[in-house]
């Protein structure tokens, strides 16, 4: 027992000893300032304006979002809240990664793929800290939009397009806007479009009535954001812009 008993403080001298080892050898604990901005990414904060704003959409994600330099899909991203009722809207997009190189506006699909860009800017990485975008306009009736989320995406161009077109009706890009507004239909009396008019707009009727021409086009159209697009655009007078 003696023997045990004398043993004891050079043990404690051990433990004492490879403890203050183990803490030596742990980090601090301290967090970099280096370290966080690489690994949590920069901040960015906008505020948009958006003209038309009860064309915010129902059946798209409005998106701000970072995007590396190709690719359909952000790194990283936020719904745009719905604006107030001058239309305007502040927005911060956190922790952007190192491979993102520009920021976009959009709306994206249910996949997160986009679909339509309203603004896209490359991200400044020479100043450090977190960005501030100066206040931005963006229109919600661009005719660009009525372009490629209706012409384009549900395929009318696929009949309507080359010298002539089905119906003698091309919707193709630049062509589209001259053919449509106040462009007497080949199948109506009515023209095709009529500004502020949307009852009186053969386009309307072609979408919406089946019964109006002998190949129907009807549920062509299957998002109804893009279709009440179509009838908001001709109200306000079909904007080109």
């Known amino acids: ?49 958006l003209n038309y704003p009860e064309l915010y959409p129902n059946d798209y994600n ?4 970072a995007f590396a330099e190709t690719g359909n899909s952000p790194l990283v991203s936020v719904n745009l809240p719905r604006p107030d009722d001058e239309g305007n809207v502040d927005i911060t997009l956190e922790n952007i990664p190192e491979e993102a190189t520009r920021i976009r506006l959009c709306f994206t699909d249910m ?6 860009t309203f603004f896209e800017q490359t991200i400044d990485r020479t100043s450090s800290g977190d960005i501030i975008l100066p206040e931005k306009e963006i229109d919600l009736l661009d005719y660009n ?7 384009q995406q549900y395929n009318c161009v696929s009949c309507h397009q080359g010298t002539s077109g089905s119906a003698n009706l091309l919707l193709t890009e630049g062509e589209s806007y001259r053919q449509l507004v106040n462009h007497p239909s080949t199948r109506s ?51 080109e812009n």
């Open 111 to 116: 996949g997160r793929q986009v679909k339509y």
């Open 145 to 151: 939009r009525i372009q490629q989320l209706v012409f």
């Open 1 to 49: 027992m003696l023997s045990v008993i004398g043993k004891l403080p050079s043990i404690s001298i051990l433990l004492t000893t490879g403890l203050f080892c183990f803490f030596a050898s742990c980090d601090s604990g301290d967090i970099h300032e280096s370290e966080y901005i690489h690994d949590e990414g920069v901040t960015l904060s906008a505020t948009f304006r």
């Open 62 to 65: 409005f998106t701000f979002g």
């Open 189 to 239: 009396e009515k023209l095709r479009v009529v500004p502020y008019e949307p009852d009186s707009s053969f386009l309307l009727d072609v979408v919406t009535q089946s019964e109006v021409i002998s190949y129907p086009h009807t549920g062509l159209i299957t998002r109804n954001d893009d279709l009440e697009l179509l009838r908001f655009w001709i109200g306000k007078g079909c904007p």
